[in-house]
């Protein structure tokens, strides 16, 4: 039977709507699909664990008070005696150098402005004289500058140097301590208290921790740390004088500070420097209130041997070492991997902690970053970058039109 008009009408429109709706499907269907970005890829990452080293034997001296440190190390490795604050002595004077030369600074290897003495400074001579005080001789008309009085008071710990140095940059002791005060505030140092530029006075007084962290101070300073370090000065018109501790260049020991009260004992502000497989690392230490320095001296060697020995170069990463993998549904695949090889250096049995974090990956190039590696050691964090062992590219025109489901 013939077809009437209207089927034929009917058959006509459906033929022409229906391919405009495959060519307006199209249309939309072919750009999405071929420019749509892909799924992220999220990595399948690796635990990874880190066995921590030997615990470490430290002997500190039973008397008086004692703390041992690191630079890098927020917390001390050790400590023992009183925690209350004890005549520092001479190491004063590591705070007056720092204080001056914070009002004062020099750069390394600079001599600074010529300082000039006068009676005043003789009379400052005989005060100490009297007070069997540490003193170097001094003359009227003597002229030395910044740098040489700063080692005069570091060196052979001279204690009338050091009130003639706080007098040309303050004007008086008096003016001197209130600026001292407010400088160890700043610096965190709550427990320690100055009351004049020497140490003479028992009423220096500060804590072990205190201690340590003005030992970190000083090395922190490359004037004091190179002065601090150096055996035996010639100053002209004064002499040659010898470094006042006895352990400089031993086992390691390269500063700081002695300090003798002939009512409370001997002190010393020691740091040290050691090589452990490929780190380095500087100890500061202290010890207060010691029979005499031979003894003091004797200490701090058995102390150093354990507290040297107590770290440990642990191994961290591998270059090249899988820590994670990206599985694309396309087919590129790719390891996660550390991009250097790294190690640290690691106090006694520190708990070592490590955590992954990756980016979600759509399309990228061999080594290219894509996440990190964090190991916790302490109060310490040491991050690895982890980059990709292989490119990853788009899948194509075929499989992006056959596989629409995956890119959105």
Excluded at 56 to 77: C, E, F, H, K, R
Excluded at 188 to 215: F, Q, W
Excluded at 278 to 303: A, E, F, P, R, S
């Amino acid at each position: 039977m013939p077809l009437s008009r209207r089927q034929i009408y009917r058959r006509r429109r459906i033929t022409v709507f229906g391919g405009l709706a495959l060519v307006i499907a199209t249309a939309f269907y072919l750009p999405t699909t071929l420019l749509a970005p892909l799924q992220a890829q999220a990595a399948t990452v690796i635990p990874v664990s880190v066995a921590p080293g030997a615990p470490a034997t430290v002997a500190l001296p039973s008397y008086g008070a004692s703390a041992i440190g690191a630079v890098g190390y927020d917390q001390l490795l050790g400590s023992a005696g009183t925690s209350d604050p004890l005549p520092m002595a001479s190491i004063s004077k590591v705070i007056t150098a720092l204080v001056v030369l914070e009002a004062k600074p020099l750069a390394v290897d600079e001599s600074g402005p010529d300082i000039s003495f006068t009676q005043a400074d003789v009379d400052l001579y005989h005060h100490y004289l009297a007070l069997n005080g540490s003193i170097e001789p001094v003359k009227a008309g003597l002229v030395l500058s910044e740098l040489q009085v700063v080692q005069m008071l570091l060196i052979p710990s001279a204690n009338n140097y050091a009130a003639s140095l706080v007098n040309w940059a303050f004007g008086s002791e008096e003016e001197f301590v209130p600026v001292a005060q407010a400088w160890l505030a700043k610096n965190g140092m709550t427990s320690t208290t100055v009351v004049e530029p020497t140490g003479i006075d028992p009423a220096n007084t500060s804590t072990a921790a205190d201690l340590v962290l003005l030992g970190k101070l000083a090395l922190a300073n490359p004037v004091v740390t190179k002065i601090v370090s150096t055996d035996t000065i010639k100053i002209p018109g004064v002499g040659t004088m010898k470094n006042t501790n006895a352990l400089l260049g031993v086992d390691g020991v390269d500063g700081l500070k002695t300090g003798t009260l002939e009512d409370f004992g001997a002190n010393l502000l020691f740091s040290a420097n050691y090589t452990i497989g490929t780190n380095t690392i500087q100890v500061v230490g202290v010890v207060l209130g010691g029979k005499d320095h031979d003894v003091i001296d004797k200490d701090i060697q058995t102390l150093l041997t354990g507290v040297s020995a107590g770290f440990h170069e642990v191994p961290l990463t591998t270059k090249g070492a899988v820590y994670g993998h990206y599985d694309t549904p396309w087919g590129d695949d790719a390891d996660l991997v550390a991009a250097t090889t790294t190690s640290a250096l690691v106090w006694s049995d520190t708990p070592v902690t490590a955590l992954v974090t990756t980016k979600p990956l759509r399309l990228a190039s061999a080594g290219d970053e894509a996440g990190s590696l964090h190991f916790t050691i302490g109060d310490r964090v040491v991050e690895v970058p982890l980059e990709l062992s292989a490119t990853v590219d788009d899948p194509g025109v075929v499989w992006r039109l056959t596989n629409p489901v995956a890119l959105f």
